[in-house]
C-alpha cells in the first residue's frame, strides 16, 4: 500500500543549528502535503500546506522565515527548521494526500511516521 | 472556523469492557470529512475511518463502531471488548472541502485527543 516516508524519526541538535525533516511519498503523487506539529500531550496543529511547484501556505501564527518548508517534486516535501531553539522540540509529522490521477475529495491521506526534535 | 472537541482527556477502562469516546465538531462547510485516529505510544498515527458529511450510516468494522449524528455534530467512537492493546491516545479530526476542486480537503483541525488506558 502507499507508504509515506518521513525521515529522520529522531534528532538531536544544539541551539542555533537549523535541522531539515523530509517527508516522501514512496509510490505515489503527492501535489500536496502537510505539516503538523505536535507539543507533548498535546494535539496536532497544522502548520503549513506545501503545494508542489509553489509557496508553502502557512497556517496564522507560524513563522515562514523559521520553518522553511520545499516541495520542489512530486513526492518530496522538506520542512527546515531554522536556528532552531529549545523551544521548538516538539512532534513534527507530515501528511501527503494522493494526487495521483489528480486531486479529489477521495483523494487518500497519509501520514509519516513523524520526527521528534530534541534542541539542547 | 473549524472546531473539534474530544472532551474526556483520560479514560481508564478494564480489559473487556466497551468504551466509547466522543467527538463533537464544528464547521460551516456543508461538505466534510470526519476522521478518527490512533496514536500508540510511538507517535505515529493509525488511520481508523473517514466519513463524509453526506453519509450518515454508522459504520462496524470487528470491534469498531462509529455513530454519527449530523443532528448533534458528533462522531462518537466505540472501542467493544476493549484489550490492552487498544491504549494509545485517540483523535478525532475534521477536514473541510469547500474549495473549488476540494484542494482544502487534507487540511486536518483535531480534536484534544483522549487518552484510552484499557488495563488487563
Known amino acids: 500500500g502507499a507508504v509515506v516516508s518521513q525521515h529522520p524519526s529522531r534528532v538531536i541538535c544544539k541551539s542555533g543549528t537549523s535541522v531539515k525533516i523530509e517527508c516522501r511519498s514512496l509510490d505515489f503523487q503527492a501535489t500536496t502535503m502537510f505539516w503538523y506539529r505536535q507539543f507533548p500531550k498535546q494535539s496536532l496543529m497544522l502548520m503549513a500546506t506545501s503545494n508542489e511547484g509553489s509557496k508553502a501556505t502557512y497556517e496564522q501564527g507560524v513563522e515562514k522565515d523559521k520553518f522553511l518548508i520545499n516541495h520542489a517534486s512530486l513526492t518530496l516535501s522538506t520542512l527546515t527548521v531554522t536556528s532552531a531553539h529549545p523551544e521548538d522540540s516538539s512532534f513534527y509529522i507530515c501528511s501527503a494526500r494522493d494526487g495521483t490521477g489528480g486531486a479529489n475529495l477521495n483523494s487518500p491521506l497519509h501520514f509519516g511516521n513523524g520526527t521528534r526534535l530534541t534542541v539542547t | 472556523a473549524q472546531k473539534v472537541t474530544q472532551a474526556q482527556t483520560e479514560i481508564s477502562v478494564v480489559e473487556k469492557e466497551d468504551v466509547t469516546l466522543d467527538c463533537v465538531y464544528e464547521t460551516r462547510d456543508t461538505t466534510y470529512y470526519l476522521f478518527w485516529y490512533k496514536q500508540p505510544p510511538s507517535g505515529e498515527l493509525v488511520f481508523l475511518i473517514r466519513?463524509?458529511?453526506?453519509?450518515?450510516q454508522n459504520e462496524i468494522s470487528g470491534r469498531y463502531s462509529w455513530n454519527f449524528q449530523k443532528s448533534t455534530s458528533s462522531f462518537n467512537f466505540t472501542i467493544t471488548a476493549s484489550q490492552v492493546v487498544d491504549s494509545a491516545v485517540y483523535f478525532c479530526?475534521?477536514?473541510?472541502?469547500?474549495?473549488?476542486?476540494?484542494?482544502?480537503?487534507?487540511?486536518?483541525?483535531f480534536g484534544q485527543g483522549t487518552i484510552l488506558t484499557v488495563h488487563p
Open positions: 479530526a475534521l477536514s473541510g472541502a469547500k474549495a473549488v476542486g476540494g484542494t482544502s480537503y487534507g487540511k486536518l483541525t
Open positions: 466519513r463524509n458529511s453526506f453519509d450518515e
